[in-house]
C-alpha cells in the first residue's frame, strides 16, 4: 500500500525533527503528519508493550467504523476518527443527543437515509430515475446516465445524470493548472463550487425543484450552480406501467418509505458535453491517467474541455509570425498545427496566477472520442475505462 508507506515515512520525519520530547502518543499526534493510528502505536511503544495481534485486531475493527461512519453522506474519514475518538462505537451511537449534536444538517440528513443509502442501485433502477427525470423536466434537456453506470458494472451506491441544454452555453476560464497530483480527493470534484447555487440558476428553477414538486428528490446535500447532490426516492411504475401518483411519493418521502439512493445531478454547458462525459464516467484512475496524457503535451483538461494556456510573450510571437513578410515555420503551418506546436515546457511555467498576462484557448474537440485522440489515449470505451486497462501487460 504505497500510501500507507508514505504515511509511515511522513511520521517518521515528523517526530525526527520534533522540536519538543515526544512522551506520549498524544504529543506525537499534534505532529503534521502523525495520525491517530500511529500515535496509538507511539503510545504502546512508549508503555514498554508490544504491538501484538490483540491491536491489529482493535486496529482492523476501527478501520471497519471509520468506513461504516464514512459512508455517511457528509461524513468523511477525518471526521469519522474525531466521532470515534468521542466514543462512538457504531452508527447507532450517533442518534444519541451527545453525537447527533455533534453533525452538520448535511450530516444528519445522511445519518437518516444511512440504511437504505447503504443498500447497492441495480442498473434497473437507475434507468429507471434518469427515465423519470426525463418525463419530469423540459424536453430541452439531454439526460444522461453517468459514472459506475456508464462503465458498465451491475450495481453502485450513486447514480449520477448529466444534464445539457441548448440554452446553457457559458463556460468558465480554468484557474491555473498544475501537476495532477495522486491519492484520495486529488481530483476535483466535476462542476462542483463552494459557493450556494443561487434561485435562479438554470440548474435550480428548472431541474432541481421540479423534481422535488413531483416527489423524486426528498433532501437536499449540496448544492451549486452546476452540480446537486441529494437523496431521491426510487421512483416506481404501477400494474399499467405509469408512475405512481405525485401525491403517494410525497407521502413516501414524508414518511421514508420505500427505497432511496444517492442521486447527483450535473448540469454542463453545451459544448463541454465531450469533457463532462469524460469526467462523470471515470473512474478515477483512468481520469487521472487523461488529466496526466494532458499535462504532458502541455494542456490542461477540466470538465469544460481542453486548453492550453499561451503566455502574452508566445500570443506575441505568433500575432508577429503571422503577420511577418517573411514566413516562418510556424506562418506556415496551419492553425491546428500552431496549436501543437507550441513548446510544451509551457505548462511548467504558467503565470502565479490567472491575471497574469496570457490567454486560454479551449481546443476544439466537439466528440468525447475526439477528446480522447487529442490525448494520444485513443478510442477507450467506457467498460474499460478502469485501473485494469492502465495497468502494465
Same mark, same amino acid.
Given at each position: 500500500?504505497?500510501?500507507?508507506?508514505?504515511?509511515?515515512?511522513?511520521?517518521?520525519?515528523?517526530?525526527?525533527?520534533?522540536?519538543?520530547?515526544?512522551?506520549?502518543?498524544?504529543? #506525537?499526534?499534534?505532529?503534521? /503528519?502523525?495520525?491517530? /493510528?500511529?500515535? !496509538?502505536? $507511539?503510545?504502546?511503544?512508549? @508503555?514498554?508493550?508490544?504491538?501484538?495481534? !490483540?491491536?491489529?485486531?482493535?486496529?482492523?475493527?476501527?478501520?471497519?467504523?471509520?468506513?461504516?461512519?464514512?459512508?455517511?453522506?457528509? $461524513?468523511?474519514?477525518?471526521?469519522?476518527?474525531?466521532?470515534?475518538?468521542?466514543?462512538?462505537?457504531?452508527?447507532?451511537?450517533?442518534?444519541?443527543?451527545?453525537?447527533?449534536?455533534?453533525?452538520?444538517?448535511?450530516?444528519?440528513?445522511?445519518?437518516?437515509?444511512?440504511?437504505?443509502?447503504?443498500?447497492?442501485?441495480?442498473?434497473?433502477?437507475?434507468?429507471?430515475?434518469?427515465?423519470?427525470?426525463?418525463?419530469?423536466?423540459?424536453?430541452?434537456?439531454?439526460?444522461?446516465?453517468?459514472?459506475?453506470?456508464?462503465?458498465?458494472?451491475?450495481?453502485?451506491?450513486?447514480?449520477?445524470?448529466?444534464?445539457?441544454?441548448?440554452?446553457?452555453?457559458?463556460?468558465?476560464?480554468?484557474?491555473?493548472?498544475?501537476?495532477?497530483?495522486?491519492?484520495?480527493?486529488?481530483?476535483?470534484?466535476?462542476?462542483?463550487?463552494?459557493?450556494?447555487?443561487?434561485?435562479?440558476?438554470?440548474?435550480?428553477?428548472?431541474?432541481?425543484?421540479?423534481?422535488?414538486?413531483?416527489?423524486?428528490?426528498?433532501?437536499?446535500?449540496?448544492?451549486?450552480?452546476?452540480?446537486?447532490?441529494?437523496?431521491?426516492?426510487?421512483?416506481?411504475?404501477?400494474?399499467?406501467?405509469?408512475?405512481?401518483?405525485?401525491?403517494?411519493?410525497?407521502?413516501?418521502?414524508?414518511?421514508?418509505?420505500?427505497?432511496?439512493?444517492?442521486? %447527483?445531478?450535473?448540469?454542463?454547458?453545451?459544448?463541454?458535453?465531450?469533457?463532462?462525459?469524460?469526467?462523470?464516467?471515470?473512474? %478515477?484512475?483512468?481520469?487521472?491517467a487523461a488529466r496526466l496524457a494532458a499535462h504532458r503535451q502541455g494542456l490542461?483538461?477540466? !470538465?469544460? /474541455?481542453?486548453?492550453?494556456?499561451?503566455?502574452?510573450?508566445?500570443? #506575441?510571437?505568433?500575432?508577429? #509570425?503571422?503577420?511577418?513578410?517573411?514566413?516562418?515555420?510556424?506562418?506556415?503551418?496551419?492553425?491546428? @498545427? @500552431?496549436?501543437?506546436?507550441?513548446?510544451?515546457?509551457?505548462? !511548467?511555467?504558467?503565470?502565479?496566477?490567472?491575471?497574469?498576462? /496570457?490567454?486560454?484557448?479551449?481546443?476544439?474537440?466537439?466528440?468525447?472520442?475526439?477528446?480522447?485522440?487529442?490525448?494520444?489515449?485513443?478510442? $477507450?470505451?467506457?467498460?474499460?475505462?478502469?485501473? $485494469?486497462?492502465?495497468?502494465?501487460?
Amino acid at each position: 500500500n504505497a500510501y500507507k508507506v508514505r504515511s509511515y515515512l511522513a511520521a517518521i520525519n515528523a517526530i525526527r525533527n520534533a522540536q519538543q520530547p515526544i512522551t506520549s502518543g498524544k504529543d #506525537a499526534a499534534k505532529l503534521k /503528519g502523525v495520525g491517530p /493510528g500511529i500515535a !496509538e502505536r $507511539v503510545d504502546i511503544f512508549l @508503555q514498554g508493550k508490544d504491538y501484538g495481534p !490483540e491491536h491489529e485486531a482493535a486496529a482492523r475493527r476501527k478501520l471497519e467504523l471509520n468506513r461504516a461512519l464514512a459512508s455517511i453522506p457528509g $461524513v468523511g474519514p477525518r471526521t469519522a476518527d474525531k466521532l470515534i475518538a468521542a466514543g462512538v462505537t457504531s452508527l447507532h451511537d450517533l442518534r444519541h443527543p451527545e453525537h447527533f449534536s455533534r453533525l452538520s444538517p448535511i450530516q444528519r440528513i445522511g445519518l437518516v437515509y444511512a440504511k437504505p443509502l447503504s443498500e447497492p442501485v441495480t442498473r434497473a433502477k437507475a434507468e429507471l430515475v434518469a427515465d423519470f427525470i426525463r418525463d419530469h423536466i423540459s424536453s430541452n434537456f439531454t439526460v444522461d446516465l453517468m459514472g459506475a453506470y456508464r462503465r458498465g458494472l451491475d450495481s453502485f451506491t450513486t447514480v449520477s445524470i448529466l444534464l445539457t441544454h441548448p440554452h446553457f452555453v457559458h463556460i468558465p476560464l480554468p484557474a491555473r493548472p498544475s501537476t495532477p497530483k495522486r491519492g484520495p480527493g486529488s481530483i476535483p470534484l466535476p462542476f462542483y463550487e463552494r459557493a450556494t447555487a443561487p434561485a435562479d440558476s438554470m440548474l435550480i428553477l428548472d431541474a432541481v425543484r421540479p423534481l422535488e414538486d413531483v416527489g423524486l428528490l426528498a433532501a437536499t446535500i449540496t448544492s451549486c450552480t452546476g452540480r446537486h447532490v441529494g437523496i431521491a426516492a426510487q421512483p416506481r411504475r404501477g400494474p399499467d406501467g405509469q408512475w405512481t401518483s405525485m401525491g403517494e411519493r410525497l407521502r413516501d418521502i414524508r414518511y421514508r418509505r420505500g427505497a432511496f439512493l444517492r442521486l %447527483e445531478i450535473n448540469l454542463a454547458p453545451h459544448k463541454a458535453r465531450p469533457a463532462a462525459m469524460l469526467a462523470l464516467t471515470g473512474d %478515477e484512475d483512468f481520469y487521472h491517467a487523461a488529466r496526466l496524457a494532458a499535462h504532458r503535451q502541455g494542456l490542461y483538461l477540466n !470538465e469544460y /474541455g481542453l486548453w492550453r494556456w499561451t503566455p502574452a510573450s508566445v500570443s #506575441a510571437a505568433l500575432s508577429e #509570425a503571422s503577420t511577418s513578410t517573411d514566413p516562418s515555420p510556424l506562418s506556415d503551418a496551419s492553425p491546428r @498545427q @500552431q496549436e501543437i506546436d507550441i513548446d510544451p515546457s509551457l505548462a !511548467e511555467t504558467l503565470p502565479s496566477s490567472p491575471t497574469a498576462p /496570457g490567454t486560454w484557448q479551449l481546443l476544439d474537440t466537439p466528440t468525447e472520442q475526439s477528446l480522447l485522440s487529442s490525448l494520444a489515449l485513443g478510442h $477507450v470505451p467506457p467498460d474499460r475505462r478502469n485501473f $485494469v486497462f492502465l495497468r502494465p501487460r
